[in-house]
């Protein structure tokens, strides 16, 4: 199964088309912009605890027969915050200090 290429950041809502080379994610796919994933969370998924890493650009044209964008294409579900603001800097805080490999 190819990894879901959601289309926006979950905290900020900019758009994350998948050529976008600042969207990152988790081992979830939770997905979030550079910008927010540096400023907001620190590097801490707010929904699984987990670091992130830049999202790879699935590539547009089909080098391969069968693989491209157009064949696996991205998701159009928009996807929202489950926990508030207030909620995820409390955990940030917590879990931020452990690196991710020790989480
Ligand atoms: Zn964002
Ligand atoms: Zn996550």
Request: glycine share 4%; proline share 9%.
């Amino acid at each position: 199964m190819a990894l879901e290429l959601r289309p926006n950041c979950e905290y900020c809502d900019k758009d994350l088309p998948p050529d976008a080379s600042d969207a990152r994610i988790c081992s979830y796919e939770c997905t979030f912009c550079a910008d927010c994933v540096e400023r907001r969370l620190s590097n801490v998924c707010p929904n699984c605890g987990g670091g992130f890493m830049a999202r790879p650009i699935r590539p547009a044209r089909e080098w391969r027969s069968g693989i491209s964008r157009a064949r696996q294409p991205a998701s159009t579900k928009r996807v929202r915050l489950s926990h508030s603001r207030g909620e995820i800097a409390l955990f940030v805080r917590e879990v931020a200090a452990i690196p991710p490999e020790h989480r």
